[in-house]
Nanobody
Framework: QVQLAESGGGSVQAGGSLRLSCAGF?????????MGWFRQAPGKEREGIAI??????NIFYADSVNGRFTISEDNAKLFLQMNSLRPEDTAMYYC?????????????????????WGQGTQVTVSS
């Protein structure tokens, strides 16, 4: 059973770092699914920022976070290390698992393709 729960959000000044965690992917076949992190700022669409497919190690990063954020996995938990944070990174951050098994990296990840979501954790970056 997949029940996702994020932790690690908070408030930080620009240039600082945070590490988000997500648990609840279950242990059976979890590596067969794309999983990752989305964020949603007020008035904006939910965007995929870091997605991983463990079976072949494929990773997607949105241009806005590439080089600053790192997605990783350990023991069926998902992490997002966020460095050099900027005020524009302020958003609710969600972890998610794709609805269907297989490599989802043939196109830009869309929130509609991910059927399992955590409740979200707020990240606020002040200037």
């Amino acid at each position: 059973q997949v029940q996702l729960a994020e932790s690690g959000g908070g408030s930080v000044q620009a240039g600082g770092s945070l590490r988000l965690s997500c648990a609840g992917f279950g242990v059976t076949y979890y590596s067969s699914f794309c999983m990752g992190w989305f964020r949603q700022a007020p008035g904006k669409e939910r965007e995929g920022i870091a997605i991983i497919y463990l079976r072949d190690g494929n990773i997607f990063y949105a241009d806005s976070v590439n080089g600053r954020f790192t997605i990783s996995e350990d023991n069926a938990k998902l992490f997002l290390q966020m460095n050099s944070l900027r005020p524009e990174d302020t958003a609710m951050y969600y972890c998610a698992r794709h609805s269907y098994a297989g490599n989802c990296m043939n196109r830009r990840p869309k929130a509609a393709d991910f059927g399992y979501w955590g409740q979200g954790t707020q990240v606020t970056v002040s200037s």
